[in-house]
């Protein structure tokens, strides 16, 4: 028989307690390498869509913030486009789509200021509702979660990802709160009671 | 363009380190108690930010130089670290974007929440980044970084190691892992080492030294590949034949 040869892919480990130093160094003052940090701005005066933020907390299973985890977000532009490697077309060139930001070293509190973003197809046609990929790393946490947000003001009864979690009591984790006026809280929960569902993807 | 965005393969989360490792203990009440809830991956994870080599500054891939005052460098063994990143089909992958980060030749890091006892060295940050060439490979100077203590269990010590982020072309692909160097006796006895279930898996993350590549009465060279996940084509996804 022949042999498959399809490499192993790296083990990943922890980002550590000091991932700012390599990914964010602006936010730990460690100034003059880069102009500013990969991923703190999404959106400018031209981008088009919706103006909306988007803040939370990491909490772990004791119920307490995490003050050094660091949250990344990729999302489509208002018209449900990817702004890289969508095979549909171009997207709105005023937005980046991706985001990284580091939990307040107080409180934990993290934000992203962004636009509301349109729907994306799932492999099979139907559209799945308007969502934003979440990728969250921290010390303690050996291999990224993957998670989604979904919206409060959005039809998410027909989403084909929402309708397969077998524990729809679980589904509630995954869509962010209004909290004011185009300000979103989405908290994720590593463990516990609230925990969070978190994707295999 | 049908076969750049394919599905990704599979991770097989026998061979990544579990969530929970109670020898590592910070994982105890930060690891998810729930199973993950496995689906194939839609566009939201085959695409990803690309970014372009304009972002990138001349001294970006040179932590010798990148943090140092004029005329200065920063003080420990010099050395090269090079490698490709491939997919799991053994293709290099181009334009991929490789951050790095890292103690100080004492294990020191430049960080407000780190208080070990060995200085800084102010010609020292600690981070640089670059981007895969055309063959996925890469390669930057830096000082080798000391090990480090830190508080797990009463006497743990971190193997000498830096830290990398990977970005793929998809989202699905993101990945942080660590380089150990070849020989440190520590890596077997590191909780967060430990954390990979396989031997096999371990070796993977543990760079030789190149004395091909080392630069004479300059740096000597380390060598580190990294392999991130590969794509299947979908070319035929949704007709009958299947793939």
Same mark, same amino acid.
């Given at each position: ?201 | ?46 695409? =990803?930010? @690309?970014?372009?080599? &304009?972002?990138? +500054?001349?001294?970006?891939?040179? $932590?010798?130089?990148?943090? !140092?005052?004029? #005329? ?10 090079? =490698?490709? @990143?491939?997919?799991? &089909?053994?293709? +290099?992958?181009?334009?991929?974007? $490789?951050?790095?980060?890292? !103690?100080?030749? #004492? ?137």
């Amino acid at each position: 028989m022949q042999e498959l040869k399809h490499l192993k892919e790296s083990a990943s480990q922890t980002a550590g307690p000091y991932v700012h130093i390599g990914c964010v160094p602006n936010f730990c003052d460690i100034k003059g390498v880069y102009p500013h940090d990969l991923g703190d701005t999404m959106v400018n005066a031209e981008t088009r869509g919706e103006r909306i933020t988007i803040k939370g907390t990491v909490y772990d299973g004791t119920g307490t913030p995490l003050k050094d985890a660091m949250v990344e977000i990729w999302q489509a532009d208002a018209n449900g486009i990817y702004p890289s490697n969508d095979p549909r077309g171009a997207a709105d060139p005023n937005f980046t789509g991706w985001g990284r930001k580091a939990g307040d070293y107080d409180t934990g509190e993290w934000a992203f200021d962004t636009i509301r973003p349109g729907a994306v197809p799932f492999p099979d046609g139907r559209m799945m509702a308007p969502h934003i990929t979440f990728w969250i790393v921290a010390r303690g946490i050996n291999i990224g979660l993957h998670t989604r947000m979904y919206f409060p003001d959005a039809d998410n009864g027909a989403d084909p990802l929402l309708m397969r979690i077998e524990h729809q009591n679980r589904v509630p984790t995954l869509i962010a709160r209004l909290e004011t006026d185009g300000v979103y809280r989405f908290d994720i929960h590593l463990q516990g009671e609230k925990e969070t569902v978190f994707l295999d993807v | 363009m049908t076969d750049q965005n394919g599905a990704f393969f599979h991770r097989d989360r026998s061979w990544q380190p579990p969530a929970y490792c109670p020898n590592y203990k910070t994982s105890v009440v930060r690891s998810p108690q729930k199973a993950l809830i496995s689906m194939n991956t839609t566009l939201s994870e085959q695409t =990803g930010p @690309v970014f372009g080599h &304009n972002i990138l +500054g001349a001294l970006d891939n040179d $932590l010798i130089l990148n943090y !140092a005052a004029e #005329g200065e460098m920063a003080i420990g063994e010099r050395i090269i670290v090079h =490698g490709r @990143v491939l997919d799991q &089909n053994g293709r +290099g992958i181009p334009g991929v974007l $490789l951050e790095f980060w890292q !103690a100080n030749a #004492g294990g020191r890091y430049r960080h407000k929440k780190e208080g070990y006892l060995a200085p800084l060295d102010p010609n020292f940050g600690g981070c640089g980044r670059t981007i895969t060439d055309e063959n996925g490979g890469y390669s930057f100077r830096t000082i080798k970084p000391g090990a480090y203590p830190w508080p797990n269990r009463a006497n743990d010590w971190r193997p000498a190691h830096i830290h990398f982020s990977l970005f793929g072309s998809g989202f699905a692909q993101r990945l942080i892992t660590q380089m150990y160097f070849e020989g440190d006796p520590l890596i077997w006895k590191c909780p967060i080492v430990e954390t990979i279930p396989s031997r096999e898996a371990i070796e993977q993350l543990i760079a030789p030294l190149d004395m091909e590549n080392t630069v004479p009465m300059d740096a000597r060279a380390y060598k580190f590949d990294m392999v991130l996940r590969g794509r299947r084509s979908t070319l035929f996804e949704n007709r009958k034949e299947g793939n």
